[in-house]
T-cell receptor
Framework: GAVVSQHPSWVICKSGTSVKIECRSL??????MFWYRQFPKQSLMLMAT?????????EQGVEKDKFLINHASLTLSTLTVTSAHPEDSSFYIC????????????FGPGTRLTVL | AQSVTQLGSHVSVSEGALVLLRCNYS??????LFWYVQYPNQGLQLLLK??????LVKGINGFEAEFKKSETSFHLTKPSAHMSDAAEYFC???????????FGAGTRLFVKA
């Protein structure tokens, strides 16, 4: 149980285009989902906290207009990288916390974004 | 404010030897502490977590960690390393309720045959 999926797992896009990444909790409902970014050989940096039905809370330094987050249901959150540039290339990981276990995060497998 | 420091970006042990990965934390509130493992191009898998219950926490794959408040440490250990333990390990801290988890820089574990 407690599986989180991400789609796609790999994406390559041209500079200037937008890319949407989906994060789904497959067998539980998640009030809160988190989006992280991980550069090669570095740690995870929290980008934003997403709560179902409300606006996401972004960490300092993260551009809200560039990284659009939508948490439309208790099982789905999406991250859209708008007008992507090569510096946005990274590994994006989401996590989700079950309704009844807010102290637990289940992580998705990650999405590798490469912007050419 | 919370922070995590992992001592040593790389640790190398021989197969069968003791694994010790060090983590020190700073937190203005009673912390929840976590150890995660990450294999290449994969997400994170929870090894174990401390949430103010027993200070010695046992996790999966034979790992355990001890919460020492006086030393603000939460070191990860395993008595005998296996080749399959080679991976990146992250220590993390959050406040009660688990929100806004802060991750350490990570420690890559190498296991030599």
């Amino acid at each position: 149980g407690a599986v989180v999926s991400q789609h796609p797992s790999w994406v390559i896009c041209k500079s200037g285009t937008s890319v949407k990444i989906e994060c789904r909790s497959l067998d539980f409902q998640a009030t809160t989902m988190f989006w992280y970014r991980q550069f090669p050989k570095q740690s995870l940096m929290l980008m934003a906290t997403s709560n179902e039905g409300s606006k996401a809370t972004y960490e300092q330094g993260v551009e809200k207009d560039k990284f659009l987050i939508n948490h439309a249901s208790l099982t789905l959150s999406t991250l859209t990288v708008t007008s992507a540039h090569p510096e946005d290339s990274s590994f994006y990981i989401c996590s989700a916390s079950p309704l009844d276990r807010a102290d637990t995060q289940y992580f998705g497998p990650g999405t590798r974004l490469t912007v050419l | 404010a919370q922070s995590v420091t992992q001592l040593g970006s790389h640790v190398s042990v021989s197969e069968g030897a003791l694994v010790l990965l060090r983590c020190n934390y700073s937190s203005s509130v009673p912390p929840y502490l976590f150890w995660y493992v990450q294999y290449p191009n994969q997400g994170l898998q929870l090894l174990l977590k401390y949430t103010s219950a027993a200070t010695l926490v046992k996790g999966i794959n034979g790992f355990e960690a001890e919460f020492k408040k006086s030393e603000t440490s939460f070191h990860l250990t395993k008595p005998s390393a296996h080749m399959s333990d080679a991976a990146e390990y992250f220590c993390a801290v959050s406040g009660a309720g688990g929100f806004k988890t802060i991750f350490g820089a990570g420690t890559r574990l190498f296991v030599k045959a």
